[in-house]
């Protein structure tokens, strides 16, 4: 903003310089209308900083209000997966105390018919001794 004023304060210096020292009345017409267009862009440029920062508080309200929602939304999953975990980790317990009893039952069974089968062949060993 203040350099486009001091570029034509410096053109106005120069034609002052290049007319010798005489300025005249063109010239003088024409630094004017340097010198207006030079405050009216500072005035245009002041107007858009000033447009650009409320564009730009606007714009960070609206993140932090975004940045909010994202978070209560993050929460809230945090929360649905964290009870869907505790869902899945009862089911799995249950499943292995059934296994467990489904292992003992036939571990039981196992061991039954083992005993069964030592019993049958300490008889026939007892019958082959007796055969002797």
Request: charged content about 40%; hydrophobic content about 50%; overall charge negative.
């Amino acid at each position: 903003m203040k350099k486009m004023f001091m570029v034509a304060a410096l053109f106005a210096a120069f034609s002052l310089v290049a007319c010798g020292g005489e300025q005249p009345k063109q010239t003088e017409e024409s630094v004017d209308a340097i010198e207006e267009v030079a405050e009216e862009a500072a005035e245009a440029a002041e107007e858009a900083a000033e447009e650009a920062e409320a564009v730009a508080e606007e714009l960070a309200e609206e993140a932090e209000a975004v940045a909010e929602e994202l978070a209560e939304e993050a929460e809230d999953l945090a929360e649905e997966l964290s009870k869907e975990a505790e869902a899945v980790a009862k089911d799995l317990v249950k499943a292995a105390e059934k296994v467990s009893a489904e292992s003992i039952k036939a571990a039981e069974k196992a061991a039954g018919e083992a005993m069964k089968a030592a019993e049958k062949a300490a008889e026939e060993a007892m019958k082959a001794a007796l055969k002797l």
